[in-house]
């Protein structure tokens, strides 16, 4: 990357007003990988929770639509992105962004290995946060596919190559933009130095309303795999089928998209 700096990385570090910073880091985990951690799994409970909130029977939001669902993952992302920054983590959330850092230069093959499972177990985490939360609402629900959808993405249209390369062009967008938004000429341009987590958490809203029609736009392998598998382990009432035929296409595609965008960006911001 021509700045130097990890996609989706503010310029500097947001300081929490009510906890001292040193009391926000473990003696035992590096904060990065537990910011990582904690901003993935509040990303999956607001993101699933307002996906569950709209789609499970008797939600006083059920019925309200794509909009709303939008709203809630750009807010989701926002939220997750300060609290893991906070934390003192990049505030990536995303193994496909996080390894896109390496070919940047930006994270070496060890630490993406360790952040990337933070991010995966703090997407179960939080899918799991999110069963609970929803406790009495899953036995009324009647459609499987409704509760699926809940955890995990599934195609309008199912046709594995077109869906990947819906994966791959929103995740290439997420990626190329995110980091213009927090590159050092971004920045430049900013009110302010700690707006990148909301103007993220915009673009992803953005990409939710342009491209997310298609294959609900995962756009993160840790978003729809941690989520997925916690599908299939919890005693969820009414489920069905985990659709691991499916799963391959939101890990596959956003990793190629990822990994496009930063060639790209290499090579037009050099």
């Known amino acids: 990357m021509a ?16 906890v001292p910073r ?10 990065s990988v537990l910011g990582e951690f904690v901003g993935t799994l509040l990303l999956i409970l607001f993101g699933n929770g ?13 019925n309200s639509g794509w909009i709303v669902i939008t709203v809630g993952w750009g807010l989701a992302v926002t939220v997750g992105v300060f609290t893991a920054v906070a934390l003192g983590a990049p505030g990536e959330l995303n193994p496909a962004v996080t390894f896109a850092n390496v070919i940047l230069g930006v994270r070496t093959v060890p630490d993406a290995l360790a952040h990337g499972a933070a991010q995966m177990l703090g997407a179960m985490a939080g899918a799991t946060l999110v069963w609970l939360h929803y406790g009495p609402h899953w036995a009324r629900t009647t459609e499987p596919e409704l ?12 046709a594995p190559a077109a869906n990947v390369v819906s994966e791959v ?21 900013q009110p302010a130095s700690n707006l990148g987590p909301l103007l993220v958490g915009a673009l992803v809203w953005g990409i ?63």
């Open 3 to 18: 700045t130097g700096r990890s996609a989706f990385a503010p310029r500097g570090y947001l300081r929490c007003p009510l």
């Open 22 to 31: 040193r009391a926000l880091r473990s003696p035992a985990v590096p904060s």
């Open 50 to 62: 307002v996906v569950a909130g709209v789609l499970l029977s008797q939600s006083k939001a059920q």
């Open 147 to 158: 509760v699926r959808a809940c955890f995990c993405t599934a195609p309008a249209i199912r």
């Open 169 to 189: 062009i929103g995740t290439a967008a997420l990626v190329f933009a995110a980091t213009a938004i927090l590159s050092v000429a971004g920045q430049g341009v």
């Open 208 to 270: 939710g309303l342009s491209l997310g029609g298609t294959t609900g736009y995962a756009i993160n392998p840790a978003r729809d795999l941690g989520p997925r598998l916690m599908h299939a382990l919890l005693p969820i009432a009414g489920k069905g089928p985990s659709d691991w035929g499916y799963a391959w296409v939101p890990v596959i595609g956003p990793v190629l998209g990822a990994t496009l965008a930063a060639f790209a960006w290499q090579a037009l911001a050099a």
